[in-house]
């Protein structure tokens, strides 16, 4: 019985605890649902960068690019959107990197590329771009892309420089002939030909070729010839001439300027000289009186012979002596140009060779061509020669010159001794 009581009179309470612990799980069900919905409807404070410029917004939203968007930017395809500091439950900073086109031309071939936050050199190895040591970018590789970035490659291409008997070849991308050269350290002597010039511009197809030039100077000793002075004498037939000063040569030492290309001897040109001893004029007188013909003297009873006929001679109108101890009909040729007599007497028409033993030096003559053409006239045996041994000869005339003597031969004559 007390059991029964005890059991009727719990019912209420189980029921009243069941209800409670209904209650209980509603409310709590209730309770996810609302901090569920409301954690579902937080709003975040999210900064936007773009660049530069930074946006900060109040959102409920998660999705990055409905943020940006609420922000106030637009966004490409190709830019990329950092969000290492963001997160949905608590916001944070979303950073859009713009998308920077950059042309790149290389050795003439252009390209497009797409980058963001890169360095130049970064960007170039990304897409497959080798730069050689000689190739020439034209901007530092650590400078960062820009939007609109121009960018050319020069390719190096080799030089072939021929110099001293050598070939040797540079790299270079551009420049001019006095570049390669510079690159290639061979250095220019001041009268080195350069081909091309200097300033030609490079390709690669250029050869440069160094003409070595050097010079050098030489010397010798040369003879300077004395001059000649004359003096004209009126006094002394054409043809004859006199020294009355010897000429002394002088001497100079002459200085040359021999050109060397690429070490051969291409030529020798004067340079200048030096008087060593200055040279002595010779100084000579010459004939001008002209010399008389034999045909002058010719059946003109002029007579050869300068010398003066003695008043007490007398001459018949063919000049012929009328007064004289006797007469020798002989032979007589005639010379010319003795220096001296074997008398001493002075060499000159009117002084003739004998024989002394056959006419004694000093006997006065008087000579006539036995044809009686020509008239040597008055003289005096004063001189002698070889023709006394020829023994076809009596007496040898002198005469004014050569011709005279070719023209006279070997004559016959008459020999008028007078004395």
Not at 298 to 321: A, F, Y
Not at 400 to 411: A, E, F, I, P
């Amino acid at each position: 019985m007390i059991t029964n009581s005890l059991s009727e009179s719990n019912a209420p309470r189980k029921h009243r605890f069941r209800f409670l612990t209904a209650v209980i799980t509603v409310l709590f069900i209730c309770s996810v649902t609302f901090t569920a919905f409301a954690t579902s409807n937080a709003v975040n404070k999210v900064t936007v960068t773009n660049g530069e410029k930074s946006v900060s917004i109040s959102t409920a939203e998660t999705d990055p690019k409905a943020i940006i968007k609420a922000a106030g930017f637009d966004i490409d395809i190709s830019d990329e959107i950092i969000t290492k500091d963001f997160n949905a439950e608590e916001g944070g900073t979303i950073v859009i990197k713009k998308a920077k086109l950059v042309r790149v031309e290389d050795n003439g071939v252009v390209s497009y590329f797409l980058g963001h936050d890169d360095t130049l050199g970064g960007m170039l190895s990304k897409k497959g771009f080798v730069l050689g040591n000689n190739d020439e970018l034209g901007i530092n590789p650590s400078e960062y892309i820009f939007d609109g970035m121009k960018v050319f490659i020069k390719r190096a291409f080799g030089v072939n420089i021929e110099a001293d008997g050598e070939n040797k070849k540079v790299y270079l991308a551009k420049g001019t002939v006095a570049d390669a050269l510079a690159k290639s350290d061979i250095e220019l002597g001041e009268n080195d030909l350069v081909f091309p010039s200097l300033d030609t511009k490079l390709n690669n197809f250029t050869k440069i070729r160094i003409i070595r030039v050097t010079f050098d100077t030489s010397s010798e000793i040369q003879e300077i010839p004395y001059e000649t002075e004359i003096i004209k004498d009126s006094s002394m037939y054409v043809g004859e001439e006199k020294i009355i000063a010897k000429g002394v040569n002088g001497e100079k030492r002459v200085l040359y300027t021999e050109k060397y290309v690429d070490g051969e001897l291409e030529e020798i040109v004067f340079s200048k000289e030096r008087i060593i001893e200055k040279p002595v004029n010779e100084v000579k007188k010459v004939g001008t009186k002209q010399r008389t013909t034999l045909s002058a003297f010719k059946n003109n009873g002029e007579p050869i012979s300068d010398l003066k006929v003695p008043s007490d001679v007398k001459l018949d109108k063919n000049g012929v002596p009328v007064n004289y101890k006797y007469c020798i009909s002989g032979k007589a040729t005639a010379y010319t140009g003795d220096p001296a007599t074997s008398t001493g007497r002075k060499p000159m028409p009117g002084h003739i060779a004998v024989d002394p033993k056959e006419i004694p030096y000093g006997t006065e003559l008087y000579v006539v061509s036995a044809d009686g053409t020509y008239v040597y006239g008055y003289c005096i045996a004063a001189d002698t020669g070889g023709f006394v041994e020829m023994g076809n000869t009596d007496i040898d005339l002198y005469m004014d010159n050569d011709d005279m003597c070719y023209d006279w031969g070997n004559r016959n004559v008459k020999i008028y001794v007078l004395g």
